[in-house]
């Protein structure tokens, strides 16, 4: 159990504002739980939070993309959207997600890193 | 459940206090803002962190808990009802169990390491070499400053530091 990029850069906004987990909870209108699930990652980060973050404490541009990085490098469960997707796609991903369970972070990044180059030039 | 550490005594433990508060640059008198080192705990102790569980996930008698997690450091579960209360209604008790796990977390990473794998019942060791002992006694000493509670009152202490009766009559014993 750990922070995630999430849960440090909040840990951080907090500290520099003179807050707790507590506060946040309330300026999110969400439970100390929740919150904290959230930055320890059990859970994924809720969408509505950026913006409720981002307006509170004023972040500029380049602190709201940090904030998004931090986000995506934070997400712990990936939707797939059936009916968006064919059969076989939906094999895939299927696939694809049971595979990346316990892989080291370096094969998962070369592998998107790839899947990523191969999407760019189609 | 207690384990056996090296021994301290209640000299060192006042000195610990105080490197403690000096640690996360809290003066060394007045009330110890426990939420705010909980916050900072990762900072000074590599790989510590702090969550708040539902109360069902934690046994009924525990309102919080050190364990250790795999980034070599240690994880610091509380109850929601613990630091809610804490939160809201600074209650000095809730308080105290937070910082006896803060404590926990601060001893071992100065040397005081359980000597055996065993464990021992509650009450068993003698207080000194008790892993529980040293973690409760430091956290009243963090707490409530030696020399500044000199002379004090049971319910000036309690108001002064925000700590519950028991914490504040032990200190009136000492």
């Given at each position: 159990m750990a922070y995630t990029s999430f849960g440090e850069y909040v840990r951080i906004l907090r500290i520099k504002h003179h807050q707790v987990m507590g506060d946040m909870a309330k300026i999110l209108g969400t439970t100390t739980p929740y919150l904290s699930s959230v930055e320890n990652g059990r859970k994924n980060v809720p969408k509505e939070w950026i913006d409720k973050i981002e307006k509170h404490y004023g972040l500029n541009s380049a602190d709201k993309a940090k904030l998004i990085n931090a986000v995506d490098e934070s997400k712990v469960q990936y939707k797939i959207v059936p009916k968006n997707a064919g059969a076989a796609q939906r094999k895939a991903a299927v696939q694809f997600a049971r595979s990346f369970d316990g892989m080291d972070d370096e094969t998962a990044e070369k592998i998107i890193a790839l899947l990523n180059a191969k999407e760019e030039k189609a | 459940m207690d384990y056996r550490t090296k021994p301290v005594s209640r000299k060192h433990l006042r000195i610990y206090a105080q490197v403690l508060r000096r640690l996360f640059d809290v003066?060394?008198?007045?009330?110890?803002p426990v939420l705010t080192v909980l916050e900072r705990l990762g900072d000074y102790f590599e790989g510590c962190c702090f969550l708040v569980v539902k109360d069902?996930?934690?046994?009924?008698?525990?309102p919080a808990r050190c364990t250790a997690n795999d980034n070599g450091g240690f994880t610091i579960e509380i109850k929601q009802s613990v630091y809610d209360g804490a939160f809201e209604r600074n209650i000095g008790a809730y308080l105290g169990f937070i910082c006896h796990e803060i404590c926990h977390v601060f001893l071992f990473s100065i040397?005081?390491?359980?000597?055996?794998e065993r464990s021992f019942a509650?009450?068993?060791?003698?207080a000194y070499c008790s892993v529980e002992w040293q973690a409760k006694a430091l956290s009243g000493e963090v707490m409530i400053p030696y020399r500044e509670s000199r002379g004090m009152g049971l319910d000036k202490i309690m108001e002064t530091y925000h700590v519950s009766k028991g914490f504040a009559k032990t200190r009136i014993n000492l």
């Open positions: - | 003066p060394q008198d007045g009330p110890f069902k996930y934690l046994p009924k008698q525990t040397g005081y390491r359980p000597l055996y509650n009450n068993t060791l003698p």
